[in-house]
């Protein structure tokens, strides 16, 4: 696995253009499984709204989780699309709970006025390459990071060099 800076750097440059905040907050906090994250997180920020992004292969197997359904009770849940993994999300156990939460793409503009649970489905035109194939592709990409004076996007806080 690349150096967390590096990971954060790439995943703040595929986010430039949206709404999103990369941050590393589980390290801090020092937590396990994504509910206990989300508390924590909740309970550090009550006055900011947030959204927990997920791609369409996690909704498939969303259900395996602990605690699933306290998760989307906490906060809105936003699932990008993958390819290849549309049918077996849509059809997932927690799709069929989720679902009646569901909402329009088009109303993403307007998350503000959601309360949890709700879900939206984001489509758009992905990389059809997995992540192991972009590897392959160029296995220094992490060396290509531009790191220097990393921030979290949430806590503010610099990323430590050599963070894993």
Request: net charge positive; aromatic share 10%.
């Amino acid at each position: 696995m690349a150096p967390l800076a590096a990971r954060v750097a790439s995943a703040r440059r595929q986010a430039r253009r949206a709404p999103i905040q990369v941050t590393a907050i589980e390290r801090e906090f020092g937590t396990r499984y994504t509910v206990d994250t989300l508390v924590r997180l909740c309970r550090r920020y009550p006055k900011l709204r947030f959204v927990w992004l997920m791609g369409s292969d996690n909704l498939a197997q969303f259900h395996r989780w602990k605690q699933w359904r306290k998760i989307a009770r906490l906060m809105p849940i936003a699932v990008i699309a993958r390819p290849g993994y549309d049918a077996a999300a849509i059809a997932s156990p927690a799709m069929a709970w989720l679902r009646r939460y569901r909402r329009r793409s088009v109303s993403f503009n307007n998350r503000a006025g959601w309360s949890a649970p709700a879900l939206v489905y984001l489509r758009f035109d992905p990389d059809k390459r997995s992540a192991t194939a972009i590897r392959q592709a160029d296995p220094q990409w992490a060396r290509h990071q531009a790191v220097r004076s990393l921030r979290d996007g949430v806590t503010h806080r610099p990323f430590p060099e050599g963070a894993a």
